[in-house]
């Protein structure tokens, strides 16, 4: 089955450092650009970033550069999100999303079940 | 880079339909035939319905149909059934090489 399955919902602390998880399944997970998109509690989808397992490379939205990081382990087809000092305003639901290829390329064709963070203290 | 702008909800009985707005500017929906629409059933993944303004992916019914004028592109599902009842986001493609999302719409079935 075609599937991104994500790591489980998890609470840290402010200032904690986190990183999360979104596995692919059932296609080649190097030939897609993988996204990184929040939504924060009863609010609307924000695009983060975007990751080419491939290669790594990298590009993200200014409103997040800087404060999160994206990497990926080609071996096990995951790609990864990480936090090196969490904030309150961190809590939200991240989902990661594929990006299509060819003819649906500028669109997120699959997208993971989403992965809850809770930042409290 | 503002978010695309949705109507908070809309609503329509079994068998209607329903147009959802989306709103954006000519950096994004007015410049590009890249528009999408997502559907999400809280708690799962969301799911693609139309993409490149008009297209639907395999699988996904006929019901649901996409349109752009200007700046606005639209989501109509036409013959409401009880499962279309989601939340529904835009979003489009940009001039700065990114993504923008609108801040979804809640569709009731009444």
């Known amino acids: ?121 | 880079q503002s978010a695309l702008t949705q109507p908070a909800s809309v609503s329509g009985s079994p068998g209607q339909s329903i147009t959802i707005s989306c709103t954006g500017t000519s950096s994004d929906v007015g410049g590009y035939n890249y528009v999408s629409w997502y559907q999400h059933h809280p708690g799962k993944a969301p799911k693609l319905m139309i993409y490149d303004v008009t297209k639907r992916p395999s699988g996904v019914p006929s019901r649901f149909s996409g349109s752009k004028s200007g700046n606005t592109a639209s989501l109509t599902i036409s013959g409401l059934q009880a499962e279309d009842e989601a939340d529904y986001y835009c979003s489009s493609y940009t001039s700065s090489n990114s993504w923008v999302f609108g801040g979804g719409t809640k569709l009731t079935v009444l």
Do not use: N
């Not at chain 1, 998109?37 to 924000?46: A, D, T, Y």
């Not at chain 1, 071996?75 to 969490?86: D, E, F, G, N, P």
């Open chain 1, 1 to 121: 089955e075609v599937q991104l399955v994500q790591s489980g919902a998890v609470m840290k602390k402010p200032g904690e450092s986190l990183k999360i998880s979104c596995q692919g399944s059932g296609f080649s997970f190097t030939s897609y650009w993988i996204a990184w998109v929040r939504q924060m509690p009863g609010k609307g989808l924000e695009f983060m970033g975007i990751l080419y397992p491939r290669d790594s490379d990298t590009r993200y939205s200014p409103s997040f550069q800087g404060h999160v990081s994206t990497s990926a382990d080609k071996s096990i087809s995951t790609a990864y999100l990480q936090w090196t000092s969490l904030k309150s305003s961190d809590t939200a639901m991240y989902f990661c999303a594929r990006r299509g290829a060819g003819g649906t390329a500028d669109t997120f064709d699959l997208w993971g079940q989403g992965t809850m963070v809770t930042v409290s203290s």
